[in-house]
């Protein structure tokens, strides 16, 4: 049985790395947890598995308005809330029976577990701001429950 194994990137920022494209090679789904930066992105991304995407706020253009702010995503048994800010989330992820909490916008690689829900933040693929790492993450569900990796681009 082939464990669903899900992408997620944010605040690409116009930039589609080649690298990026080649971490997610093989993965069953894309999400995209807003700054996309430019319509091009999404199609790059879409030639490799189905993309959700959502619009974050750097997101300004008419191709934006496309986008939500934020998506229910509903993958291989687990219900994934999506949204750019965290600081933002005004929703009760355990009283809404959400599994995944995924955002983007700190530029800052995030996996943690509070009250049995997982956020998860992979940090920024696009063009290096301040001197975070670039980055995005893959999220494996399997019959022993979830397994969030942070990809750093930049190593060999």
């Known amino acids: 049985m082939k464990i669903p194994r899900i992408g997620i990137i944010s605040d690409t920022h116009g930039l589609l790395r ?10 069953d789904h894309i999400i995209h947890a807003g700054d996309i ?16 995407a959502i619009r974050g706020n750097g997101d300004t253009g008419d191709w934006a308005r496309d986008y939500a702010d934020t998506e229910l995503v509903q993958l291989a048994g687990q219900s994934m809330y999506v949204l750019h800010d965290l600081k933002t989330l005004r929703i009760d992820p355990v009283a809404e029976g959400i599994n995944v909490i995924i955002s983007g916008h700190s530029h800052k690689a995030v996996i943690e577990t509070v009250d049995g829900v997982l956020y998860v933040n992979p940090g920024s693929a696009g ?6 790492p670039i ?3 893959t999220l494996d569900i399997g019959p022993g429950g979830l397994r969030p990796v942070i990809h750093d681009l930049e190593e060999g």
């Open 37 to 52: 930066g430019r319509p091009d992105v999404l199609a790059g991304l879409r030639r490799i598995a189905p993309v959700t």
């Open 18 to 27: 080649p690298k990026a494209e080649k971490s997610l090679a093989g993965v």
């Open 135 to 137: 980055t995005l993450a």
């Open 127 to 132: 063009p290096r701001r301040f001197k975070l």
